[in-house]
């Protein structure tokens, strides 16, 4: 596949904020979607988690037996044979929550894992435009984080769906049953719970939500500085960026401390109120025993039941904690998968015209404006293109050059007029059909963290070590002597020269029929470019060659040269034709040769 060269970056536009009612739905769509295919799992969490609870129900139940006819008539064989059914519905329990728990993180951990995986696809069929409109880091972010947090906000609902409100409602019959007198003392537990952790919910979410948009904040900020690391010391800007790394750092641990503070409260005023209510049972309970309204094992069994539907209530109300922030996660996640991909990216296999057998090339009146720009970039621009000949673009830098040649991969799409080749429109034509057709040398060359080999093998995977070896020689890359030399993200290795030629060697292994080349001899002395030209002669001989240059000397023996100014096409023509009929061109020339004087 032909690399891209896009630097979304400083073309970032805020992504689209949904309405509100769509973002709840969000949560619940995006984890039935994929949350569907292990519907066997979630199926064996609800019986498993159904068997716990109720055993979890019924346990107290059986202690208060064993209390009132047990221990308050002697009766040793009572106890033992009441004490037997507990303790195997207390293993039976056991086994079943930690199953539960089993195949609940099984289904969440996939889910997740099939969520992420969906996001990797979506981004991939991205093409500048999206990937402008997005932003890198926030991608990353969505990709890696907020897909975590979806997944463990699921893995909770899992574990508590089932339990928490059989528990609850399970919890208050049982209780009532023990000693219906004193329900109000239930009714006062349960607000006052709810009340605390409502509030200290109210305190969290804001605090959450705001730690997402850090969290992208500083990913990008890092993103920029170690992709910038060389820049930065070489206009030492050290301190200005360790103190804007700082500052970020600085506030994610800030809002971390606030959420750890109230956390550290949370808990022992939890446990408080759990307290309170045991001595509460056992106050009022005391003195109901004494007055023979209620048996001693029953009012045990009470307090263990009071318990469990506390500790359910704060189930339900963690996940309810929990939701806020995995509904902006779920809602930033659904926003890259529903995303309009590009147009160009959308064109699928078996749609379009013929295949591409011989590369022609026609630009009919194509203009483009970048996303968010006012003025077009590129304004009707028309020319044709073929095989065996070489078409050159020259004109100053700005004039939108790397635009119009971006435009025949399909990096975006035209905003108006067709990019066609043979005469099928770029935007119709399938996408591994079009990478295929067309191989491109871009104006930023990048490299795959890999070796020489596997870079070399992305414009055909096939290739032999001797077509590797064919391309290399042609692209002057003598400096390789090892097909497996490493090379590190981004081709960071190699020089800027060397990164142009292996490009240059990537874009020649492939069978593509449109060969473009941007600036791509920018780097290579003239000696170099001379020997290179001379070699891929051959190679190109049947090829849609189009060249983009500055130095009028790399393409003045073209069979067209296309003169651009502002977006325009201003003059075309050879050389020598141009030479004598456009003015802009000849400036050019002038502005080289005077330097060679
Ligand atoms: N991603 C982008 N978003 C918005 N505007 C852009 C983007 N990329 C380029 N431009 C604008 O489009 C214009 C043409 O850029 P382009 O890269 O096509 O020029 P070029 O002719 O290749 O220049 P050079 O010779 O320096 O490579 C420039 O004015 C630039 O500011
Ligand atoms: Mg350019």
């Known amino acids: 596949m032909p690399a891209a060269s896009f630097d979304p970056a400083h073309t970032r536009i805020p992504p689209v904020s949904l309405n509100k009612e769509r973002r709840t739905v969000n949560l619940i769509r995006l984890t039935a979607r994929f949350g569907r295919s292990y519907a066997g799992e979630i199926t064996a969490v609800i019986v498993l988690q159904l068997v716990t609870t109720l055993a979890t129900l019924y346990l107290p139940d059986l202690n208060a037996d064993i209390i009132n006819n047990g221990v308050a008539q002697a ?20 086994a079943a929550a930690v199953a539960a728990m089993w195949f609940a993180s099984r289904a969440a951990m996939r889910t997740g894992r099939d969520i992420r995986t969906a996001v990797y ?18 991608l990353i972010t969505r990709a890696t984080n907020d897909v975590q947090q ?28 023990q000693d219906a007198g004193m329900s109000w003392l239930v009714v006062t537990a349960v607000i006052v719970l709810t009340v605390v952790v409502g509030i200290i919910a109210a305190v969290l979410m804001p605090l959450f939500k705001r730690m997402q948009a850090k969290l992208d904040n500083i990913n990008g900020l890092l993103r920029e500085q170690i992709a910038g690391i060389r820049v930065v010391r070489a206009f030492g800007r050290e301190d200005y960026e360790a103190a804007r790394f700082a500052e970020a750092n600085q506030q994610i641990t800030r809002l971390s401390l606030n959420i750890g503070r109230v956390f ?21 309970g005391g003195h109901r025993v004494d007055q023979g309204l209620v048996e001693v094992g029953s009012l045990t069994a009470f307090m263990q039941y009071l318990m469990q539907i506390l500790m359910a209530v704060m189930m339900g109300v963690f996940m309810l904690m929990m939701l806020p922030r995995a509904i902006v996660c779920a809602d930033r996640v659904e926003e890259v998968l529903t995303h309009e991909a590009g147009r160009v990216a959308g064109g699928s296999a078996g749609a379009g015209g013929a295949p591409i057998s011989k590369g022609s090339v026609r630009f009919a009146d194509v203009s483009y404006t970048y996303p968010g720009a006012e003025q077009p970039v590129l304004e009707r621009v028309s020319f044709e293109a073929h095989p065996g000949t070489t078409t050159a ?26 990019v066609l080749i043979d005469a099928t429109p770029v935007t119709a034509i399938p996408r591994e059909d079009l990478v295929g057709a067309v191989a491109m040398v871009p104006q930023k060359p990048w490299l795959y963290s890999g070796t020489v080999a596997s870079n070399l093998r992305m414009g055909k995977a096939d290739a032999t070590d001797k ?57 290579l002395d003239a000696l170099t470019e001379a020997k290179l030209n001379a070699a891929m002669r051959e190679t190109v001989r049947d090829k849609t060659v189009i060249v983009v240059a500055q130095k009028v000397s790399s393409i003045q023996h073209a069979d067209q040269i296309l003169v651009m100014e502002a977006g325009r096409i201003v003059a075309r023509g050879t050389h020598e034709e141009l030479l004598a009929s456009s003015e802009t061109y000849r400036e050019i020339v002038d502005s080289q040769a005077e330097v060679r004087a």
């Open 75 to 94: 009766d040793v064989d009572y106890i033992w044979s009441v004490g037997r059914t507990m303790l195997l519905v207390a293993l039976l329990q056991v």
């Open 150 to 177: 979806v997944q463990m906000t699921f893995l909770l609902f899992l574990n508590f769906m089932v339990a928490a409100p059989i528990m609850a409602v399970g919890g208050i019959i049982m209780a009532l049953r």
């Open 393 to 418: 673009i020259i004109g100053a830098t700005g004039a939108g050059k790397t635009t119009l040649v971006g435009l025949l991969p399909g990096l975006y799409s035209p905003s108006s007029g067709q």
């Open 467 to 523: 077509e590797l070896w064919d391309a290399l020689r042609i692209a002057q890359a003598d400096f390789v002597d090892n097909l497996e030399m490493p090379i590190s993200q981004g081709g960071t290795n190699v020089s800027g020269g060397q990164r142009q030629r292996l490009c240059i060697a990537r874009m020649l292994v492939s069978d593509a029929k449109v060969y473009v080349f941007d600036d791509s001899f920018s780097a």
């Open 121 to 138: 696809e979506r981004v991939s069929s991205f093409d500048s435009e999206d990937m402008a409109h997005f932003g890198t880091a926030t």
């Open 264 to 284: 550290v409260t949370m808990f022992p005023v939890i446990m408080l109120i759990l307290n309170l209510a045991t001595a509460a049972v056992l106050w009022f």
